[in-house]
């Protein structure tokens, strides 16, 4: 079936460092993908998503590529702040099969000032 | 409106007890979801409906019943709870299938405490 496996965490890294947190998917067809992020104590947000092969999705300062060769969408940003200190969910819809959201499992991010 | 609204915010029952658990949302959006997720875990999938119609049952226990009384409305229906259930339960709205472009939008949440 279809899995979406990302980068263990947590993750520490100092404000203003660069950030790639991995994400590899399993589909049988074109799925959309997502990164989602989740504050302490809240719900999901969107932070971003691609609907095709060689889409970029960008949201403050975030981006991640879809890259069908490698079954990947790995999230990136060039300059961590604190405020992002949250946990990333990667995560993959089939949307022409049927509407399951399949999650990976989460990466925690701590961004220390 | 991308909005999708959940109540209550936190709930703390018995395990004898039966409560219901609400979203709404009016995006017109024709398929809502509704996730569980355990601290420190990904969300995982109940149900799902799709044009007020149940598509998908994830093989939950028969004490979550979920109902679609209209296309906004989603609840979920607690009884004979397990302090296992505790849980933050999430409810969230998408176009629906066979929508290119586009995303499921989710609710802050219920809080659920079963003691």
């Known amino acids: 079936g279809d899995s979406v496996t990302q980068m263990e965490g947590p993750v520490t890294l100092s404000e203003e460092a660069f950030l790639t947190i991995n994400c590899t998917y399993t589909a049988t067809g074109y799925p959309s993908l997502f990164w989602y992020v989740q504050y302490p104590g809240e719900g999901l947000q969107l932070l971003l998503k691609?609907?095709?092969?060689?889409d970029k999705g960008s949201n403050k300062g975030f981006e991640a590529t879809y890259r069908k060769e490698t079954t990947s969408f790995h999230l990136e940003k060039g300059s961590v702040q604190v405020s992002d200190s949250a946990v990333y969910f990667c995560a993959l819809w089939e949307g022409d099969r049927d509407d399951k959201i399949i999650f990976g499992k989460g990466t925690r991010l701590h961004i220390l000032p | 409106d991308t909005e999708v609204t959940q109540t209550p915010k936190h709930l703390v029952m018995g395990m004898t007890n039966k409560k219901s658990l609400k979203c709404e949302q009016h995006?017109?959006?024709?398929?809502m979801y509704w996730y569980k997720q355990k601290a420190k875990k990904p969300p995982e999938l109940m149900f799902v409906?799709?044009?007020?119609?149940?598509?998908i049952n994830e093989s939950v226990p028969s004490r979550f019943s979920p109902e679609c009384p209209n296309s906004s409305l989603l609840n979920l229906h607690l009884h004979a709870l397990q302090p296992e259930d505790s849980a933050l339960y999430l409810c969230?709205?998408?176009?629906?299938?066979?929508?290119?472009?586009?995303?499921?939008?989710f609710g802050q949440g219920t809080r659920l405490t079963v003691v």
């Open positions: 969230a709205s998408s176009p629906g299938q066979l929508r290119k472009n586009t995303e499921a939008f």
């Open positions: 409906y799709s044009y007020e119609k149940l598509s």
């Open positions: 995006m017109g959006h024709r398929a």
């Open positions: 691609a609907t095709k092969a060689d």
